[in-house]
């Protein structure tokens, strides 16, 4: 006799699209918001279940009330942590929006430094907020070396770089990417920063992904660092949360913002001039004055 997941499996496969009921997508959706405030309204239906359903399968879950009771009651927290990296979009490239890499390595790195310097002080602190599968940190760290150039040994600070899904921050750790990712990133970096690992894939070298301190970490949540950094990536994730989401965050971002330091926001995204502690600089550029 068949296991009973595997009965349900066989049945389930040979009906397609699993369903989703309007209440269970309600629990679900509520659950993702309150935890990671990524909202998902009823546009975003079909994709919960293509996202989820293979899962829900594998597993033998009978419906999706089945599986948010399992979610519940399930105290070692590998249930959400799998919603979270099935639900999240971690979609990036390398030079992605490269006016912001410009505008680092041309205008705010330069007076950074020269700030700093003045002060015998070499601590320039980066964060990358939504790092994803790796590529926007490493392209900072890139510029970040660029920048220095012999002065690299003395740069302290670092570059952390968090996400919440840990299945897109195991991707950035290994630093592995195939060549179709690579086609925007100018000839320079690829020829700097990469080695090939083997016919289609390159690996980021050692020295820069020794510059990045992956961690896992919650937007959500309060920000639990040492010290204010002088330059907050947080780039498109902002798009998947509403109003009062995006206003805490944005606040939280600030308070963690050495002064005079600048947050880069993807450029379809805006803060609202109102509420925004920020000043605003250019499209997609804030800084803490
Ligand atoms: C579309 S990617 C953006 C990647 C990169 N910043 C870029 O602009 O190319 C959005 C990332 O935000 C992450 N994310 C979503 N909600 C989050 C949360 N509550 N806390 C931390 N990261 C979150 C997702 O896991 C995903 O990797």
């Not at 999706?64 to 399930?74: A, G, K, N, V």
């Not at 205008?107 to 790092?131: G, S």
């Not at 330059?231 to 308070?255: A, E, H, S, W």
Request: charged share 25%; glycine share 6%.
């Amino acid at each position: 006799m068949l296991p009973q997941a595997q009965v349900i499996n066989t049945a389930t496969a040979a009906l397609g699209m699993m369903n989703i009921t309007d209440s269970e997508f309600k629990k679900i959706s509520e659950l993702v918001y309150t935890r990671y405030g990524i909202n998902l309204t009823d546009k975003k239906k079909s994709l919960v279940v293509s996202r989820l359903q293979k899962l829900l399968r594998t597993e033998g879950f009978v419906n999706f009330d089945s599986y948010y009771q399992h979610l519940l009651s399930d105290k070692t927290g590998k249930g959400l942590t799998e919603l979270v990296n099935r639900i999240s979009t971690n979609f990036t490239y390398f030079w992605r929006e490269p006016d912001h890499f410009e505008h680092l390595k041309n205008v705010v790195l330069p007076e950074l430094a020269q700030k700093l310097k003045a002060k015998n002080d070499h601590d320039i602190r980066l964060w990358c907020a939504a790092a994803a599968t790796g590529e926007e940190p490493y392209m900072l760290a890139m510029v970040m070396r660029d920048f220095l150039g012999a002065d690299a040994y003395k740069w302290k600070g670092g570059l952390l770089a968090t996400d919440i899904s840990d299945r897109a921050l195991q991707v950035a750790q290994k630093g592995i990417y195939p060549s179709k990712t690579l086609n925007k990133l100018p000839p320079h970096y690829l020829k700097k920063y990469f080695k090939k690992v083997s016919d289609d894939e390159w690996q980021v070298v050692d020295e820069i992904r020794n510059d990045v301190t992956f961690r896992k970490f919650n937007l959500m949540g309060p920000l639990t660092f040492k010290k204010k950094f002088h330059i907050i990536f947080c780039r498109n994730v902002m798009i998947y949360f509403d109003v009062p989401t995006k206003d805490g965050l944005v606040q939280r971002l600030y308070d963690g913002t050495e002064d005079e330091g600048y947050l880069y926001i993807g450029h379809s995204e805006a803060l609202g001039r109102n509420k925004c502690p920020y000043k605003y600089v250019n499209p997609a550029l804030y800084r803490k004055i």
